[in-house]
């Protein structure tokens, strides 16, 4: 199976900052990588798939890149609204859609 | 309006069993594979189970694998997780999740209901 490792598992920052998150696979996965959000109670959100797509509706301030084994999700000019937890997942195959283990984003 | 809306969930003894159920709704159900995810309390999203389309087609994960088993019933617009042999570590909010297909993975997901396996 493949394992997706997320870094770092906690982040602190400011409001108006950047920030970023990587994601490693365990084996090459090609582009198949999402990013999705997650607020406390509620179900995750979907803002990048295939790496690097914004989904829909997602502002532009969301960006993913890599491709393989490495991939990050930066999130620049952060807004109260951005603080929450943030998970990779990989969709390579029907075998399994692994998540990384997530990455807490708070404010500084 | 898409709409997925999980039932099932509750507290049983380890070794129980119990049955999830999400009924769907606001698109052509038997056009897109279906999955099941959960998320242990305080604790990260962990993929389960996926069904193609045609419910021909079903995967787990390692640690499921020979107890929970999913199913779908098309004429009722219905997903299924039938769980068995229950553990302690299987206590989660299930979320129902539709897969979008093409190049897109989970584009929905439903509230989840919720499994405490405890004696």
């Known amino acids: 199976d493949i394992q997706m490792t997320q870094s770092p598992s906690t982040l602190s920052a400011s409001v108006g900052g950047r920030v970023s998150i990587t994601c490693r696979a365990s084996q090459t996965i090609s582009n198949w990588l999402a990013w999705y959000q997650q607020k406390p109670g509620k179900a995750p959100k979907l803002l990048i798939y295939?790496?690097?797509s914004l989904e829909s509706g997602v502002p532009s301030r969301f960006s993913g890149s890599g491709s393989g084994t490495e991939f990050t999700l930066t999130i620049s000019s952060l807004q109260p609204d951005d603080f929450a937890t943030y998970y990779c997942q990989q969709y390579n195959s029907y075998s399994g859609y692994t998540f990384g283990q997530g990455t807490k984003l708070e404010i500084k | 309006e898409v709409q997925l809306v999980e039932s099932g969930g509750g507290v049983v003894q380890p070794g129980g069993s119990l049955r999830l159920s999400c009924a769907a709704s606001?698109?052509?159900?038997?056009?897109?594979?279906m999955h099941w995810v959960r998320q242990a309390p305080g604790k990260g999203l962990e993929w389960v189970s996926l069904?193609?389309?045609?419910?021909?087609?079903?995967y787990y994960a390692d640690s499921v694998k020979g107890r929970f088993t999913i199913s779908r019933d098309i004429s009722e617009n219905s997903l299924y997780l039938q769980m068995n042999s229950l553990r302690t570590e299987d206590s989660a909010l299930y979320y129902c999740t539709k897969d979008a297909g093409g190049s897109r993975p989970l584009d929905y997901w439903g509230q989840g209901t919720l499994v405490t396996v405890s004696s």
């Open positions: 069904i193609s389309g045609d419910g021909g087609t079903t």
């Open positions: 606001g698109f052509i159900f038997e056009d897109f594979a």
């Open positions: 295939k790496a690097s």
